[in-house]
């Protein structure tokens, strides 16, 4: 069975500083995908970024990027120049295909705190 | 756009009650989802399904149950709620690839937190 493991329950950043939210995942799966989500007080889930197993290169979005080590099995989410909006509950995912879809797997969550 | 709607985004039951959650995406999506979201232990899935009549026991399907009756719609039963259900209950959907197609990401929705007293 998939597993994802965020060992920070929270962090804090000083605004315009870089943070980097932890993520490691446990698979024997060929093929997989990785994915970060942004939890604002509001709810809403947002999705952030996409790493696949077989991309060479890591996943980059703005000023999100993901730092992806196969070998050591994580995949670190790093925000460059925090800003206040930032602070957020921040969950890793993994997905793989099933026989006629497929499912998700998250994290338990890291809360980002930007403190100005 | 994306849109993925939840019937209600608080709902308060009493212990014993049949709670019907329901979930509408307009993206003619082929799988959808439901988790529970609890603190400490992140999102969870109850349920998910594939195609219409089509669902897949998750991680913790126990006191719950699902209907498909149509592709935009996916609904989440409790049939007996009780306070340990007490919690966010957050519906997705993601498109289907195929195999050997990239997977994709879920598109959620605003969540529904359930109360039960």
């Known amino acids: 069975a998939q597993k994802i493991t965020q060992t920070q329950p929270g962090m804090f950043v000083q605004e315009k500083e870089a943070v980097t939210l932890d993520c490691t995942y446990d698979?024997?799966?060929?093929?997989?995908?990785l994915f970060w989500y942004k939890q604002p007080s509001s709810g809403e889930m947002i999705f952030l970024i996409y790493?696949?197993?077989?991309?060479?290169q890591n996943a980059t979005e703005g000023r999100y990027s993901l730092n992806f080590q196969k070998a050591r099995k994580s995949a670190n989410l790093v925000i460059s120049a925090s800003q206040l909006g930032d602070s957020a509950m921040y969950f890793c995912?993994?997905?793989?295909?099933?026989?006629?879809?497929?499912?998700?797997?998250f994290g338990p969550g890291t809360r980002l705190s930007v403190l100005p | 756009d994306v849109k993925v709607t939840q019937s209600s985004r608080y709902l308060v039951k009493r212990t014993g009650e049949k709670v019907f959650l329901e979930c509408v995406q307009d993206?003619?999506?082929?799988?959808m989802f439901w988790y529970r979201q609890d603190p400490g232990l992140g999102l969870r899935l109850i349920y998910f399904?594939?195609?219409?009549?089509?669902?897949e026991k998750g991680d913790i399907p126990e006191g719950y149950s699902v209907s498909r009756e149509k592709k935009e719609r996916f609904s989440l039963i409790l049939e007996s709620a009780s306070t340990n259900q007490t919690s966010m209950y957050l519906c997705?959907?993601?498109?289907?690839?195929?195999?050997?197609?990239?997977?994709?990401?879920?598109?959620f929705g605003p969540g529904t937190r359930l109360l039960v007293l």
């Open positions: 698979t024997s799966d060929p093929s997989y995908g």
């Open positions: 995912a993994s997905s793989r295909v099933v026989n006629y879809g497929q499912n998700f797997v």
């Open positions: 399904s594939y195609d219409v009549k089509m669902k």
């Open positions: 790493q696949g197993s077989y991309d060479q």
């Open positions: 993206m003619d999506h082929e799988n």
């Open positions: 997705a959907s993601s498109p289907w690839g195929g195999r050997g197609l990239p997977v994709w990401t879920q598109y």
